[in-house]
């Protein structure tokens, strides 16, 4: 038997979400699409609303959303929070980009954040050092 926290790691399937999503517009039951993409929250809220026709209606066009996404729109949405094997601090690495550079340059925006915030340089000064930093990574 499979324990929930290795269900609720593996990745999400946007047809599944849309037959759930489909079935709570349809049913009784509403917002287990909800629970099903790591949304516990709005999950209870579509249960505690299931007396009136609010999370039905919601429910159907979130079946229909989820359909017609793009699939890397919704792994993007819906499957980032996934545990990673990287263990450099950086979450996700794009081809050609080094991350020991990704990590100086976050190094550098925490101290430069740090100055900012003791007032040695102002908010002018910050945001354009910053964007210098990020154009380094691209």
């Known amino acids: 038997m499979q324990s929930w926290n290795g269900l609720w790691s593996k990745p999400k399937d946007r047809k599944v979400a849309s037959l ?19 949304q516990p929250v709005w ?15 919601a429910s159907g066009i979130e079946a ?10 919704f792994d993007q949405r819906f499957n980032q929070t996934l545990p990673s094997s990287n263990t450099t ?3 996700t690495v794009l081809p050609g980009i080094d991350p020991d550079q990704v990590n100086a340059i976050a190094a550098a925006l925490r ?4 100055l900012r915030a003791d007032g040695l340089i102002s908010e002018y ?14």
């Not at 509403?30 to 099903?36: A, D, I, W």
């Not at 999950?43 to 209606?57: A, E, N, Q």
């Open 20 to 38: 759930l999503a489909l079935a709570g517009a349809v049913s009784p039951v509403v917002g287990l699409h909800k629970f099903y993409l790591r």
């Open 43 to 57: 999950g209870i809220l579509y249960l505690l609303l299931s007396w009136t026709p609010i999370p039905r209606v």
């Open 111 to 114: 101290n430069l954040d740090q």
């Open 125 to 138: 000064e910050f945001e354009q050092k910053r964007r210098q930093l990020l154009d380094r990574i691209a």
């Open 64 to 73: 229909i959303w989820y359909l017609f996404q793009d699939g890397q729109e």
């Open 89 to 91: 601090g950086v979450a």
